[in-house]
């Protein structure tokens, strides 16, 4: 078993600041002013994909929903690849703050009962944040987009991992690492097919995603 968990502090952190560890960003706003036009373009972004998806996305549809010169887009970003690469990166940290706050607030006596309220993250976030059920953590744009050395998938397997060992105090194994990245995918797997018919995520299809990877983490691989 994993223990109990041991429930870090809630940062309070705001959701919507760009990502400090990687960036595709040019250079960095040095002032509020450039990082709330930077945040602009990143909710244009947002918005043009919910609409017309990756192949509609372009720097010029950007500028003009930003209300930005396109000259103040290419200040920041070279071209709309690294656009959706900063918000793709603004995703997993949303994600990740919500999952850390799901971790410090419930009652989880194993490390693999947070699964239904993290996937149940995942769903709302599909459901109303912005651009999310179009490019999610980037694969529309390209399957190595949130780093250049590993898929998007791992990426996210890997933020994932820490926040579940820094919570139950669970040893990081290889075992450990395998599990959750397994887990990481056969859920995007069953995820996408509970949206490809139904926008808002088909409840019977979510609910067996987390059936399945609920028992496959409890019951296959268990860290001691």
């Not at 960095?28 to 990756?54: K, T």
């Not at 999952?99 to 309220?117: C, I, K, M, T, Y």
């Amino acid at each position: 078993g994993g223990g109990t968990v041991r429930r870090p502090p809630v940062t309070g952190k705001n959701e919507n600041v760009t990502p400090t560890r990687s960036t595709p960003l040019r250079r960095r706003p040095a002032q509020r002013r450039s990082a709330e036009r930077v945040q602009r373009m990143l909710d244009a972004c947002a918005e043009i994909l919910d609409e017309v998806g990756y192949d509609g996305l372009s720097t010029t549809r950007i500028a003009q929903r930003a209300e930005v010169a396109i000259g103040s887009v290419y200040q920041f970003f070279p071209d709309k690849r690294a656009v959706a690469q900063a918000l793709a990166l603004r995703n997993l940290e949303m994600f990740g703050e919500r999952v850390s706050r799901l971790l410090a607030e419930g009652d989880f006596q194993h490390w693999s009962d947070p699964v239904g309220g993290i996937i149940d993250i995942f769903v709302e976030m599909n459901r109303t944040v912005p651009g999310f059920r179009t490019l999610r953590f980037g694969d529309v744009a390209d399957v190595n987009l949130l780093e250049e050395t590993a898929d998007n998938n791992s990426v996210v397997a890997r933020r994932l991992r820490k926040l579940i060992v820094e919570a139950f105090g669970v040893p990081d194994t290889p075992e450990l690492a395998r599990a959750i990245a397994i887990a990481v995918e056969a859920a995007d797997a069953v995820l996408k097919m509970a949206f490809r018919n139904n926008p808002d995520g088909d409840p019977a299809t979510v609910a067996e995603a987390k059936r399945l990877i609920h028992g496959y983490l409890a019951g296959h691989i268990d860290t001691p």
